[in-house]
C-alpha cells in the first residue's frame, strides 16, 4: 500500500482534496439559501403562495407549540392506507403537519424520521420545518452550519420548495460524490471523474443563484461561491487543504458510522472502521512528518516548474527551428536568383567580349 507521503506526489490525490473540499463549499454555500426558502414558506402571511394562517402561525412560532415537543406521541402510522394520523386535539399544529407533509417529495413512513422533530423547543420554526426532510441522526441539528452534505442534498430532495429551482439529477450526482469522495479506500479521483464533479457542484449552485423567491445579496453570495469553487478547480494545493481534507472525511465516516450502528449493518460498519482507520493514521503521519511533507510539496513545485521551463524551451525551439527553415527557404531563392544573374552576366561578356 501507498503510504501518505507516496500518494501526496499523485495527481489523482489532489484531485481528491479538490473534490472534497469542493462539495464541502458547495455545501456552505447553500446555508443561507435554505435557511432563507424556509424563512418565506413559514413567514409568508399573503398571496397565493401563503402557507400558514396568522392563526396558525402565531400557534407554531413559540417553540411551546404541541408540534414542537414530544412529536412522536402525537403522531402514528396507518401502514394500511399509508398515511400518517394527527392523533393530539391541536387542530392548528394538526393543520401545520399537514402543511408540512404536503411539501415533502416522498411523506412515507421511511421518508420522515419524527426522532428529528421530537423536540425543537430550542430552534427558530423554520429550522424545526427544515429537520422534517433530513436523514436519521439530525435530532441535535440546530442550523445550516451543523448540516453536513448528505443531509444538505437529502433536504433538498425530499422537499418541493427546491424540487422546482433545482434540478435532481445535480442532486442525485452529488450524493454519489460525496459517499464516493468519504467512502474511498485510496482518495484518488481521475482528472475526468473531478472535472465531472465540479460540473454538478457549479450545476446546483447556478441553480439557486437564479431562484427568483430569494433576494439578491443571496443570489450575489451564492454567485461569489461559484467563483471561489472554480478558482479551486485550478488551485494548487497546499499542505494545509490536505490536512483539511482528510479532516472533513474522517467527521463524515463518523456521521455515517453513527447511522449504520443503528441499522445494525455490521458489514458497512466495518468498512467504515477500516476507512477511519486509514484516515487516522494519515492524518497522525501528517502530523508526525509535517516538516518532511513541507519538502515533498517544495519538491513537487519545482518539478512543476522544471516541467513547464522545459516545455517552454521546446516550444522556443520549434520556433527558432520554424524561422530556420524559412530563412533556408529564402537564402536558396536568393541563390538561386544571384546563380541566374551570374550567369547572363557572364553570357554578355563572352557575346560583347
Not at 401502514?79 to 393543520?95: G, L, P, S, V
Not at 475526468?192 to 439578491?216: I, Q, R, W
Request: net charge positive.
Amino acid at each position: 500500500m501507498n503510504t501518505l507521503k507516496e500518494k501526496l506526489k499523485k495527481n489523482e490525490y489532489r484531485n481528491w482534496v479538490k473534490g472534497t473540499l469542493g462539495l464541502e463549499r458547495t455545501n456552505r454555500a447553500l446555508f443561507e439559501y435554505v435557511k432563507a426558502k424556509f424563512v418565506l414558506f413559514t413567514h409568508r402571511r399573503a398571496g397565493p403562495r401563503a402557507h400558514f394562517t396568522e392563526d396558525v402561525y402565531n400557534h407554531i412560532h413559540p417553540g411551546s407549540s404541541c408540534i414542537r415537543r414530544d412529536l412522536k406521541q402525537k403522531l402514528s402510522y396507518d401502514k394500511k392506507d399509508k398515511r400518517w394520523i394527527w392523533k393530539n386535539a391541536c387542530t392548528k399544529c394538526e393543520e401545520a403537519f399537514k402543511t408540512i407533509l404536503s411539501i415533502h417529495t416522498n411523506s412515507s413512513k421511511t421518508m420522515i424520521h419524527l426522532e428529528n422533530c421530537q423536540n425543537t423547543t430550542n430552534v427558530t420554526l423554520e429550522w424545526a420545518i427544515a429537520r422534517f426532510f433530513m436523514p436519521k441522526r439530525n435530532d441535535k441539528n440546530m442550523g445550516p452550519d451543523d448540516t453536513d452534505p448528505a443531509a444538505m442534498i437529502n433536504l433538498l430532495m425530499n422537499c418541493r420548495l427546491f424540487t422546482n429551482p433545482i434540478r435532481q439529477r445535480y442532486l442525485n450526482q452529488l450524493r454519489k460524490a460525496r459517499n464516493k469522495l468519504f467512502h474511498s479506500s485510496d482518495n484518488l479521483v481521475n482528472d475526468n471523474v473531478l472535472k465531472n464533479y465540479f460540473y454538478n457542484m457549479k450545476g446546483l449552485l447556478t441553480d439557486a443563484s437564479h431562484d427568483t423567491e430569494v433576494d439578491n445579496s443571496i443570489r450575489e453570495v451564492i454567485t461569489k461561491d461559484i467563483e471561489t469553487i472554480e478558482q479551486l478547480e485550478e488551485a494548487e494545493i497546499s499542505m494545509t487543504l490536505f490536512d483539511d481534507a482528510l479532516k472533513v472525511k474522517r467527521k463524515a465516516i463518523y456521521e455515517d458510522y453513527e447511522t449504520c450502528l443503528q441499522d445494525n449493518d455490521i458489514e458497512q460498519l466495518k468498512v467504515l472502521l477500516k476507512l477511519a482507520e486509514n484516515v487516522a493514521a494519515d492524518l497522525q503521519f501528517m502530523n508526525d512528518h509535517s516538516e518532511e511533507l513541507k519538502n515533498v510539496k517544495i519538491y513537487m513545485t519545482k518539478i512543476e516548474q522544471l516541467q513547464t521551463k522545459k516545455e517552454e524551451l521546446e516550444i522556443k525551439l520549434q520556433n527558432t527551428t520554424e524561422i530556420a527553415r524559412r530563412l533556408d527557404a529564402k537564402d536558396m531563392i536568393i541563390i538561386v536568383i544571384v546563380t541566374i544573374g551570374l550567369a547572363l552576366l557572364l553570357k554578355l561578356c563572352l557575346y560583347f567580349g
